[in-house]
């Protein structure tokens, strides 16, 4: 009997147990947890056609291949391995050359045979062809390549009985940080590899160049994938993939693209002109520090300080001045400073913008016709330095850290300054001030304090305290070198 109701007992705990479970879990359950994510199959299958892989080959001189061996300076062998390598080097190479190949990827972006990729996919190729998905083969031209960019145009010549499909570019200002995207490109000559990832961050500066505004993403990017297109998930280029963070040389979740916004400019430039023809301000500017921004009473950094304009330059006849903190550029914001190369480089030519600065804490707009730049800009001739002469001791003031004096005739000849730089000589700096952490050094010349031209070390001194009767923690000074060069240095005034 007692087993019995065991029995009973067990199978009652089951019926409860089974009756809980189907409860918990419903009986259709979604595909989403049955399946996994929504497939892009169809997505791929509709872009992968249009993506291609780039082989180039090129012809090198022939090389007998054998490095000289590193021996230990000092050593014995060192001579021996010179003169033997020497010699070899000297002497007549009979090897043939060679061609070297190398991959990467492209993608189709104008059905009349239209194709972009990375520059440094196609540098100093002898011959570049495209391989499309379906094993066709068309040998490709150069338009227009960009360095500073690293994008290159190819064009082939279409088989009117396969009629190339082209591909879209969307906007990649529209991605944020999160959102799915999808590569497609030819890692490691294996083609038409798809990987799907995410946008990691957004502006990235990787130093690679003057315009640096990489997307970054952490879909699987390997040697090959160069010059290929990264998707949003409606099938639209926001970027094409360029270079990749990797100790091995495999895809560690660290790849960069450029931004379609920042490509299409160039692109459209590269097709139509065969070269780029970017803007012109004519400005050097340094970043605004947090110290700078205090200095200048302008609260939160932001902006583009300009150390120097030049002469006859759109920035000069429009009456931007050293000082002045570039805000925003034909309506849009600078956020920090190398936001200003690029939307000035984006600039059509002669075009008429506004640029706004802050001048002596106030806000004004200025206009500015657009230049243009050029690659081959002069070069300022080498002045001729004079013989050094024995300094008399003129009064000297100490500030900050800094020995002033008043700029001598015998000064400039001992420092070597250019003429056209005028203000106060430095001639010491104390050790361990933050003058000479800030990399100031003796024989540069104050030219401005606050804003403010100073002529002689008392200057200095009055624009100093006045500073301080106002309540500033730092001072903002124009520092010029020898050759005339300007940078601002903010220095503390409880120094």
């Known amino acids: 009997m007692a087993a019995a109701k065991s029995r009973t007992y067990r199978l009652c705990l089951a ?8 409860a918990a879990v419903p009986a259709a359950m979604p595909a989403a947890y049955a399946q996994g994510p929504d497939s892009v199959a169809d997505l791929a299958a509709g872009l992968v056609d249009s993506v291609v892989n780039i082989s180039t080959s090129q012809t090198i001189e022939g090389s007998r291949g054998i490095p000289a061996p590193q021996a230990p300076e000092g050593s014995p062998f060192q001579e021996f391995f010179d003169e033997f390598f020497n010699k070899q080097k000297d002497g007549a190479d009979n090897s043939p050359p060679r061609k070297v190949q190398s991959l990467g990827s492209g993608f189709v972006i104008d059905a009349a045979g239209i194709i972009v990729t990375n520059n440094h996919v196609i540098e100093g190729a002898d011959e570049i062809v495209a391989n499309f998905n379906d094993g066709s083969k068309l040998t490709a031209t150069l338009l227009g390549r960009d360095e500073k960019t ?3 145009v ?6 009117p009985a396969k009629p190339l499909k082209a591909l879209k570019f969307g906007s990649s200002d529209a991605m944020r940080v999160g959102d799915w995207v999808m590569a497609i490109g030819n890692p490691f000559g294996l083609g038409g590899t798809v990987t799907v990832g995410i946008v990691s961050a957004r502006n990235r500066d990787i130093n690679s160049g003057p315009y640096d505004n990489f997307i970054q993403t952490d879909a699987a990017i390997n040697r090959g994938n160069s010059g290929g297109p990264l998707f949003n998930m409606n099938g639209e280029i926001i970027g094409i993939n360029t270079a990749i963070i990797s100790p091995s040389g495999g895809s560690i979740g660290i790849g960069f693209a450029i931004p379609s916004d920042a490509a299409v400019h160039v692109i459209q430039q590269l097709r139509e002109f065969g070269e780029t023809r970017r803007g012109l301000l004519g400005v050097r500017i340094q970043q605004v520090t947090d110290e700078i921004a205090e200095s200048l009473g302008m609260g939160a950094a932001r902006g583009a300080l300009v150390a120097g304009v030049t002469e006859k330059g759109p920035a000069a006849e429009a009456g931007i001045q050293p000082g002045d903190v ?12 190398r936001d200003l190369p690029r939307l000035v480089a984006d600039s059509n030519i002669d075009k008429q913008v506004d640029v706004v600065v802050i001048r002596k804490g106030k806000e004004m707009t200025l206009k500015v016709k657009v230049g243009r730049l050029t690659e081959a800009a002069e070069k300022a001739e080498d002045k001729a330095s004079q013989e050094p002469v024995e300094p008399p001791k003129p009064v000297v003031t100490e500030l900050l850290g800094l020995t002033l004096s008043e700029l001598t005739p015998e000064l400039r000849g001992q420092f070597s300054i250019a003429p056209e730089v005028k203000g106060v000589v430095i001639t010491q700096i104390a050790a361990g001030s933050a003058a000479a952490e800030k990399g100031i050094t003796v024989g540069e010349v104050v030219v401005e304090v606050s804003q403010e031209p100073v ?24 520092i010029a070198n ?9 220095l503390k005034l409880d120094e």
């Open 482 to 490: 020898k050759a005339g060069e300007l940078r601002f240095v903010p």
């Open 15 to 22: 019926a409860a147990l089974g009756a809980l479970l189907t």
């Open 455 to 478: 002529a002689l070390p008392e200057d200095v001194t009055k624009r100093v305290e006045a500073l301080k009767k106002d309540g500033r923690r730092s001072a903002l000074f124009l």
């Open 326 to 337: 570039i805000l925003s550029f034909d309506g849009k914001p600078i956020t920090e400073m």
């Open 150 to 152: 690293d994008i290159a």
């Open 154 to 159: 190819l064009q082939v010549k279409p088989n």
